[in-house]
């Protein structure tokens, strides 16, 4: 080949990456004949970088030859490779319009897919006789350097992050790239403040569902990149709306991402994108769920089990429920040294925590001066086996943060239990062998906290456990059965 030719080469090259680049719009609607040749990028682009890196190898034995100018074979490589891979990047030009692709990766592999031919055409003119000092070596530098780094990025985007990196020696890591944490997937440092929308939803939406139904890109009239551009959807069919909140089952976008990837109806579709997983796609599910909407925080909401292990997953630190989510002061020492001193039992429910829990053998304890200023950090209680009566239920009003409640082996009969009614945080009650009847357990219906009441030897019944169990179906009834 000449040095015109080459340079002609060249010029061809540079226009044809003009072409692409220039009316070749990623956010415009590929032509069915373009949608064909898109899917055909995967195959398309491997042709080019065989050409490519066999003209690379033969460079490397003609260097170490130290022979001069490259010889037909790797110059005819070298002009298959650069347009085969301006090929390759109109194919990949039009899978780009038919979207499902993370766009900060999309805009660097496709930038080297227009460097790769604009290299090859540039290497190959360089190797024809240049004048100029290392010219050759940067062409080449640029050429392999951009094939390495534009198919790691193809690899990310196909197969996840760091792909090419998982079983790469621990020294290499650090250059190509390890995958991120799970922890670092979503903001959920602050449970409190956040949403669960802005934390959870929108990082999905955006990893797989805006780059077709985003801004200016809205396939279906479906923008699903603000809370304000969903809320404002609305689909043809009333039976089938995009959201129902309360009920996932019912929700159209729930539907379409939970269908079987190779369904018709099924988002995102094979192969603009990978589906959902299963763990997102729950999170979704319990987004809709919980009726959270779109300012609903991750802690004024209901976490299941299985989601609250997501979370964790996902770095989530273990929530504080009940009076551990408060903010308690730290008790008084010296109160509490007052305390024991006469004769009563008091110690903290943990190293870390401001709570304290209190064990008397007889109900005037609860009474005793000693005893004020530490109320706020008593959370349990346990009264077993003493005096407390009926009457005495009243003094338990102090305690605003009381948590759980021991009364078992006492004279209550329970006709008094709504003395208790504002104890917000009671979960536990141990009524067991107390008179406690079944007309008491009507007034326990009123304590939606509650998580186990202990009931064995006392003198309800099946019946009036039954009707607690309905009234309480979340909390553990034990019977003694």
Not at 35 to 59: E, K, S, T
Not at 194 to 204: G, K, L, R, S
Not at 363 to 376: F, K
Not at 378 to 405: K, N, Q, R, T
């Amino acid at each position: 080949m000449t040095k015109r030719a080459a340079l002609w080469n060249a010029v061809a090259t540079l226009a044809a990456v003009l072409l692409l680049f220039l009316f070749v719009d990623p956010a415009g609607r590929a032509p069915d004949w373009a949608r064909f040749m898109a899917r055909q990028h995967p195959a398309i682009v491997h042709l080019p970088i065989g050409f490519l890196v066999f003209a690379g190898l033969l460079a490397a034995f003609r260097r170490w030859r130290k022979a001069d100018d490259p010889g037909p074979t790797e110059q005819a490589a070298l002009v298959l490779g650069g347009w085969g891979a301006i090929a390759a990047a109109a194919a990949g030009s039009w899978l780009i319009q038919m979207g499902g692709y993370p766009t900060d990766v999309l805009f660097w592999h496709r930038v080297l897919g227009f460097v790769i031919p604009l290299a090859a055409a540039g290497t190959l003119l360089a190797s024809m006789h240049t004048p100029v000092r290392g010219l050759r070596g940067a062409t080449w530098t640029l050429l392999i350097g951009s094939l390495a780094v534009g198919g790691h990025l193809g690899g990310e985007m196909t197969h996840g992050k760091a792909f090419t990196a998982e079983y790469a020696p621990g020294v290499l890591k650090p250059l190509i790239g390890e995958a991120p944490s799970l922890a670092t997937r979503f903001d959920l440092s602050r449970p409190d403040s956040v949403t669960v929308f802005d934390a959870i939803v929108v990082p999905i939406l955006r990893a797989k569902c805006t780059s077709c139904h985003g801004e200016g890109r809205s396939k279906g009239g479906l923008d699903l990149t603000t809370s304000d551009a969903i809320a404002a959807h609305e689909t043809d069919s009333e039976d089938d709306p995009l959201i129902t909140w309360g009920d996932a089952e019912a929700s159209l976008f729930i539907q379409r991402v939970m269908l079987p990837a190779e369904h018709r109806r099924a988002m995102p579709p094979i192969p603009d994108a990978k589906p959902l997983s299963h763990a997102d796609v729950e999170l979704l599910r319990w987004w809709v769920d919980s009726e959270a909407g779109f300012d609903g925080t991750i802690t004024s909401v209901e976490i299941p089990p299985s989601i609250d292990r997501l979370l964790q997953l996902y770095g989530m630190e273990e929530l504080a429920s009940g009076v551990f989510a408060l903010d308690v002061p730290e008790a008084d020492t010296s109160l509490i040294s007052g305390f024991r001193a006469t004769g009563a039992t008091l110690f903290r429910v943990a190293a870390d925590q401001p709570f304290l829990d209190l064990a008397c053998a007889s109900a005037d304890c609860l009474t005793v001066p000693a005893l004020e200023g530490l109320q706020d950090q008593i959370m349990s209680i346990d009264l077993s086996g003493s005096d407390m009566s009926d009457e005495s239920l009243a003094a338990l009003s102090v305690f605003p943060h009381l948590s759980s409640l021991d009364l078992s082996r006492t004279a209550v009969t329970g006709a008094t239990l709504d003395a208790l009614t504002g104890h917000q945080y009671l979960t536990r009650l141990n009524l067991y062998g107390t008179r406690v009847a079944d007309a008491a357990l009507d007034q326990l219906a009123d304590f939606p906290a509650l998580e186990s009441v202990y009931l064995w030897n006392s003198s309800v019944t099946e019946e009036g456990v039954a009707r607690l169990r309905d009234a309480l179906p979340n909390a553990e009834i034990n019977f003694g059965e």
